[in-house]
């Protein structure tokens, strides 16, 4: 069964950080885009970054570039976002998504290039 979990998240200053991990099982992760996205209230999921399955290619929100990292560790089948920098603008429920096709080099960006999702990991940042 596949499985994305998540943690990391919680209440944290404007202007801290925050990294959250999600762990990956059930299937070869290490070969699929891994992504993060992100859901506020009354807002529809974005993309927040993502990672080909190599490792080699990312791509982040316009809002976070600058201030938020990707990485991944296949050997252990996770994908970390470090977060730095952190504004109110940055609350949301954060997720994790693992990608529909594998060895693809482009970083999809839309929720419909990927078919696994976590459960979510609440990020608060306070002003």
């Known amino acids: 069964q596949v499985q994305l979990v998540e943690s990391g998240g919680g209440l944290v200053q404007a202007g801290g950080s925050l990294r959250l991990s999600c762990a990956a099982s059930g299937r070869m992760f290490s070969s699929y885009t891994m992504g993060w996205f992100r859901q506020a209230p009354g807002k529809e999921r974005e993309f927040v970054a993502g990672?080909?399955?190599?490792?080699?290619?990312?791509d982040y929100g316009d809002s976070v570039k600058g201030r938020f990292t990707i990485s991944r560790d296949k050997a252990k089948n996770m994908v970390s976002l470090q977060m730095n920098s952190l504004k109110p603008e940055d609350t949301a429920v954060y997720y994790c998504?693992?990608?529909?096709?594998?060895?693809?080099?482009?970083?999809?960006?839309?929720?419909?290039?990927?078919?696994?999702w976590g459960q979510g990991t609440q990020v608060t940042v306070s002003s």
């Open positions: 998504a693992a990608g529909a096709r594998p060895f693809t080099t482009v970083v999809v960006t839309t929720t419909s290039g990927y078919n696994y």
């Open positions: 990672i080909s399955w190599s490792g080699g290619s990312t």
